[in-house]
Protein backbone atom coordinates (compact mmCIF):
# COMPACT_ATOMS: atom_id res chain seq x y z
CA UNK A 1 0.00 0.00 0.00
CA UNK A 2 2.61 2.20 0.97
CA UNK A 3 3.85 2.22 -3.05
CA UNK A 4 0.54 3.43 -4.09
CA UNK A 5 0.75 6.15 -1.35
CA UNK A 6 3.80 7.46 -2.70
CA UNK A 7 2.56 7.32 -6.24
CA UNK A 8 -0.43 9.15 -5.28
CA UNK A 9 2.00 11.75 -4.09
CA UNK A 10 4.08 11.98 -7.10
CA UNK A 11 1.24 12.11 -9.48
CA UNK A 12 -0.84 14.89 -7.23
CA UNK A 13 2.98 17.00 -7.25
CA UNK A 14 2.89 20.00 -10.25
CA UNK A 15 6.29 18.78 -11.14
CA UNK A 16 4.78 15.18 -12.49
CA UNK A 17 1.95 17.31 -13.99
CA UNK A 18 3.60 19.97 -15.86
CA UNK A 19 5.98 17.54 -17.21
CA UNK A 20 3.16 15.61 -18.78
CA UNK A 21 1.39 18.90 -20.40
CA UNK A 22 4.83 20.06 -21.83
CA UNK A 23 5.04 16.67 -23.11
CA UNK A 24 1.46 16.41 -25.02
CA UNK A 25 1.48 19.91 -26.08
CA UNK A 26 4.71 19.64 -27.57
CA UNK A 27 4.04 16.65 -29.66
CA UNK A 28 0.72 18.60 -31.05
CA UNK A 29 2.77 21.01 -32.06
CA UNK A 30 5.42 19.30 -33.48
CA UNK A 31 2.58 18.00 -35.33
CA UNK A 32 1.77 21.67 -37.21
CA UNK A 33 5.56 22.45 -37.53
CA UNK A 34 5.90 18.80 -39.51
CA UNK A 35 2.76 19.72 -41.35
CA UNK A 36 3.97 23.09 -42.38
CA UNK A 37 7.30 21.59 -43.94
CA UNK A 38 6.17 18.91 -45.18
CA UNK A 39 3.18 19.89 -46.89
CA UNK A 40 3.66 23.92 -47.66
CA UNK A 41 7.35 25.14 -47.78
CA UNK A 42 8.73 21.76 -49.39
CA UNK A 43 6.49 21.33 -51.92
CA UNK A 44 6.90 25.45 -52.45
CA UNK A 45 9.97 25.38 -52.60
CA UNK A 46 10.19 22.42 -55.21
CA UNK A 47 7.55 23.89 -57.32
CA UNK A 48 9.51 27.17 -57.28
CA UNK A 49 12.96 25.62 -57.98
CA UNK A 50 11.68 23.18 -60.48
CA UNK A 51 9.73 26.15 -62.10
CA UNK A 52 12.88 28.39 -62.10
CA UNK A 53 15.36 25.00 -63.53
CA UNK A 54 12.78 24.49 -66.67
CA UNK A 55 13.06 27.70 -67.59
CA UNK A 56 16.08 27.86 -68.97
CA UNK A 57 16.64 31.37 -70.62
CA UNK A 58 13.13 33.01 -70.57
CA UNK A 59 12.80 32.59 -67.25
CA UNK A 60 10.14 35.91 -67.41
CA UNK A 61 7.75 33.85 -70.02
CA UNK A 62 8.06 31.01 -68.70
CA UNK A 63 6.59 31.78 -64.72
CA UNK A 64 4.11 33.97 -66.25
CA UNK A 65 3.08 30.86 -68.43
CA UNK A 66 0.79 29.01 -65.55
CA UNK A 67 0.45 25.81 -67.40
CA UNK A 68 3.61 25.45 -67.04
CA UNK A 69 3.00 25.49 -63.08
CA UNK A 70 1.83 21.98 -62.71
CA UNK A 71 4.69 19.27 -61.69
CA UNK A 72 3.82 16.46 -60.20
CA UNK A 73 4.60 16.07 -56.25
CA UNK A 74 4.65 19.48 -56.10
CA UNK A 75 1.30 20.00 -54.50
CA UNK A 76 0.79 22.21 -51.39
CA UNK A 77 -1.77 20.44 -49.00
CA UNK A 78 -2.61 23.60 -47.15
CA UNK A 79 -6.19 21.38 -45.81
CA UNK A 80 -3.34 18.51 -44.08
CA UNK A 81 -2.08 22.06 -42.80
CA UNK A 82 -4.94 23.39 -41.20
CA UNK A 83 -5.96 19.82 -40.00
CA UNK A 84 -2.97 20.53 -37.73
CA UNK A 85 -3.21 23.30 -36.52
CA UNK A 86 -7.17 22.12 -35.57
CA UNK A 87 -5.67 19.05 -33.71
CA UNK A 88 -3.28 21.34 -31.86
CA UNK A 89 -6.25 23.75 -30.74
CA UNK A 90 -8.28 20.62 -29.80
CA UNK A 91 -5.21 18.66 -27.60
CA UNK A 92 -4.43 22.42 -25.92
CA UNK A 93 -8.38 22.82 -25.10
CA UNK A 94 -8.33 19.32 -23.22
CA UNK A 95 -5.41 19.92 -21.67
CA UNK A 96 -6.41 23.30 -20.38
CA UNK A 97 -9.92 21.75 -19.31
CA UNK A 98 -7.51 18.99 -17.62
CA UNK A 99 -5.47 20.81 -15.46
CA UNK A 100 -8.45 23.44 -14.28
CA UNK A 101 -10.28 20.18 -12.99
CA UNK A 102 -6.98 19.45 -11.08
CA UNK A 103 -6.40 22.75 -9.64
CA UNK A 104 -9.75 22.90 -8.74
CA UNK A 105 -10.11 19.63 -6.63
CA UNK A 106 -6.17 20.65 -5.57
CA UNK A 107 -7.62 23.95 -3.85
CA UNK A 108 -10.71 22.26 -2.57
CA UNK A 109 -8.35 19.82 -0.67
CA UNK A 110 -6.59 22.75 0.31
CA UNK A 111 -9.40 24.56 1.70
CA UNK A 112 -11.13 21.08 3.38
CA UNK A 113 -7.60 20.41 5.02
CA UNK A 114 -7.04 24.36 6.35
CA UNK A 115 -10.63 23.79 7.69
CA UNK A 116 -10.05 20.83 9.87
CA UNK A 117 -6.42 22.55 11.25
CA UNK A 118 -8.97 25.70 12.04
CA UNK A 119 -11.09 23.19 13.94
CA UNK A 120 -8.44 21.84 16.19
CA UNK A 121 -8.20 23.79 19.47
CA UNK A 122 -5.54 25.75 19.54
CA UNK A 123 -3.03 25.30 22.45
CA UNK A 124 -1.84 27.92 24.85
CA UNK A 125 -0.09 30.68 23.87
CA UNK A 126 3.89 31.50 24.72
CA UNK A 127 2.98 33.94 27.24
CA UNK A 128 0.26 31.46 29.01
CA UNK A 129 2.63 28.37 29.06
CA UNK A 130 5.01 30.74 30.71
CA UNK A 131 2.62 32.79 33.07
CA UNK A 132 1.69 29.10 34.25
CA UNK A 133 5.33 28.07 34.54
CA UNK A 134 5.82 31.42 36.75
CA UNK A 135 2.87 30.44 39.04
CA UNK A 136 4.25 26.59 39.37
CA UNK A 137 7.56 28.09 40.70
CA UNK A 138 5.63 30.80 43.17
CA UNK A 139 3.55 27.57 44.48
CA UNK A 140 6.81 25.28 44.84
CA UNK A 141 8.61 28.55 46.97
Known amino acids: MKFIDEFKEFIS?????DMAIGVVVGGAFTAIVNSLVNDVINPALALITKLFKNAGGETANHL???TKWII????IKIGSFIGAIINFLVIAFVIFCVVK??????DKLIK????EVAD????PTQEELLAEI???LKDKQ
Open 13 to 17: KGNAI
Open 64 to 66: LDM
Open 72 to 75: PGTE
Open 101 to 106: SINTMR
Open 112 to 115: KAES
Open 120 to 123: EPAG
Open 134 to 136: RDL
